[in-house]
C-alpha cells in the first residue's frame, strides 16, 4: 500500500542549529509533497508545497527538498528557536486525497 | 473568517451510543475531509467529499457515515461507539480546481473522542 513514513523519534536539538527532518515514501510517487506543523491539542497547519518537478523549495527558515531517485523529502528549519518545537507532518499527494505520515516530533532546547 | 470548526471539542461515549461530529467551514471550499488521529500515528483518512452531495470513503470508513448537503458542512456519524473509535477527529477543507492536481488543506481544532 502506499505510504509516508517520517522518523517517529523525536528530534532534539540546541537553539540556532538546523533541524532536518526526513520523509520517505514507497509504492507509489506522488506528484507533490506538503509539509504541516501539528502543535499539541491542535489541527496541522499548512507550511510549505514541493512539487516531484522542483528540486528545493524555500520560505523564510524553511527549506524543502524532493528527490525523486531516493523517493525521499528534506525538511529544514536554520537557525531554529524554541517556538518552532512542535510535530512536523509530511504528506503525500495522491487521487483527491493527502496520505499523511505519523510526524516527526521537534523539541529545540535554549 | 473562522475557517473550520468542529463541535464538540471533547465527548466522552459509552459502548453503543450514536452521536454527530460537526464541521464547518465558510472558505466556500468545495472538497472536504474527516481523519482520525491515534497516538503516535498519521492522520488516517475516514471519508471525503468533492462537492455537495458527493462522498466517498477513505482509508478506515467502518463504524462510521457522512452526508454532505451543503458546500459548508460535512457532520460525520457514528452510529454504534466502539472502545477502538477513541481518538482524536480532524475536519479539513480544501479548494481544488477541476483537473488541478494539488490541494493545501486547512484543519480544524479536532474532537477528542472516547468511547467506555
Known amino acids: 500500500s502506499q505510504k509516508i513514513e517520517q522518523n517517529s523519534e523525536a528530534l532534539n536539538i540546541q537553539e540556532g542549529k538546523t533541524a532536518t527532518l526526513t520523509c520517505n515514501y514507497t509504492n507509489y510517487s506522488p506528484a507533490y509533497l506538503q509539509w504541516y506543523r501539528q502543535d499539541p491539542g491542535r489541527g496541522p497547519v499548512f507550511l510549505l508545497l514541493?512539487?516531484?518537478?522542483?528540486k528545493e523549495k524555500r520560505k523564510e527558515r524553511l527549506k524543502v527538498t524532493f528527490d525523486t531517485t531516493l523517493k525521499q523529502s528534506l525538511f529544514h528549519i536554520t537557525a531554529s528557536q524554541p517556538a518552532d518545537s512542535a510535530t512536523y507532518l509530511c504528506a503525500g499527494g495522491g487521487y483527491n486525497k493527502l496520505i499523511f505520515g505519523a510526524g516527526t516530533r521537534l523539541a529545540v532546547h535554549p | 473568517n473562522a475557517g473550520v470548526t468542529q463541535t464538540p471539542k471533547f465527548r466522552i461515549l459509552k459502548i453503543g451510543q450514536s452521536m454527530t461530529l460537526q464541521c464547518t467551514q465558510d472558505m466556500n471550499h468545495n472538497y472536504m475531509y474527516w481523519y482520525r488521529q491515534d497516538p503516535g500515528m498519521g492522520l488516517k483518512l475516514i471519508y471525503y467529499s468533492v462537492g455537495a452531495g458527493i462522498t466517498d470513503k477513505g482509508e478506515v470508513p467502518n463504524g462510521y457515515n457522512v452526508s454532505r448537503s451543503t458546500t459548508e458542512d460535512f457532520p460525520l456519524r457514528l452510529e454504534l461507539a466502539a472502545p477502538s473509535q477513541t481518538s482524536v477527529y480532524f475536519c479539513?477543507?480544501?479548494?481544488?480546481?477541476?483537473?488541478?492536481?494539488?490541494?493545501?488543506?486547512?484543519f480544524g481544532p479536532g474532537t477528542r473522542l472516547t468511547v467506555l
Open positions: 479539513a477543507s480544501s479548494y481544488r480546481l477541476a483537473g488541478a492536481s494539488t490541494d493545501t488543506q486547512y
Open positions: 514541493i512539487r516531484e518537478n522542483e
